[in-house]
């Protein structure tokens, strides 16, 4: 009675491995406002990177079910250093300062942009970028940038668009579509895009089914 095709039979476990994984104790680590300050782990580690109010603090709290694990806001860079955080003895979560907050004083946009750039290039236990995109923009300049500085220090990454609760289903596929075509040239960019939304809780377990396939699982 086992007639599920093999293919099928393997998403659902990754699924489940998904739904484990984002199950487990999630503990905040430790802040980092510089490099020197990031702290020494041996587990795999994924990063949220993007623009300044792209949604990444409320991704990792929509992904661990927490509302106010990671500090969000209406205000354009809330987070102000690299906050680390275990999913207990599987997978390291990273929430990254946004980078394009125009408001910002030179010298602290010169500090994070330092940071971010050190922490993307030197950290060895890092197995993925998730690289967060408003749905509404698409991919610009700055993301552009980041995704080249990724693939010159061979960095896995992934696009993840955010907030798509507020397009339309057909400007959502023409920017995904968009948006595929110009990832396909850079080489550390993997192909699949994830459509998301924090506040409607959608694609939240299609990105951690994906996650669970770099986490420590045994
Ligand atoms: P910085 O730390 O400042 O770089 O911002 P961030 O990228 O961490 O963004 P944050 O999660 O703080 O969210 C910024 C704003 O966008 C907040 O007002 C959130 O409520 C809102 N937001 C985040 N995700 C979504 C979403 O999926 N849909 C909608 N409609 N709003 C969202
Ligand atoms: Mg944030």
Redesign the pocket.
């Known amino acids: 009675m086992n007639d599920e095709p093999e293919a099928f039979k393997l998403s659902a476990k990754l699924l489940e491995r998904g739904r484990w994984l984002f199950a487990q104790k999630c503990i905040f680590i430790s802040g980092a406002a510089d490099y020197g300050g990031v702290p020494e782990t041996d587990l795999p580690e994924v990063a949220f990177v993007?623009?300044?109010?792209?949604?990444?603090?409320?991704?990792i709290?929509a992904l661990t079910e927490r509302k106010a694990l990671?500090?969000?806001?209406?205000?354009?860079?809330?987070?102000q250093q690299i906050n680390f955080f275990e999913l207990k003895g599987a997978l390291i979560l990273a929430?990254l300062?946004?980078y394009g907050?125009a408001r910002a004083s030179k010298t602290e946009i010169r500090r994070w942009t330092r940071l971010i750039f050190d922490y993307l290039r030197g950290r060895p236990s890092l197995r993925r970028v998730c690289l967060?995109i408003d749905a509404r923009r698409g991919l610009k300049g700055k993301d552009i940038e980041v995704m080249k500085n990724l693939d010159e220090a061979a960095v896995s990454y992934q696009i993840v668009f955010?907030?798509?609760?507020?397009v339309k289903l057909a400007a959502l596929e023409r920017r995904t579509n968009e948006s595929a075509k110009l990832i396909a040239k850079h080489v550390a960019a993997h192909p699949m895009i994830i459509k998301?939304?924090?506040?409607?809780k959608e694609g939240i377990e299609t990105l951690r089914t994906e996650l669970a396939i770099i986490a420590d699982i045994r």
């Open positions: 993007g623009r300044s109010n792209v949604g990444k603090s409320s991704l709290n990671a500090r969000t806001s209406n205000t354009p860079g809330r987070t929430d300062p946004g907050y967060l955010t907030k798509c609760d507020k998301t939304s924090s506040t409607k």
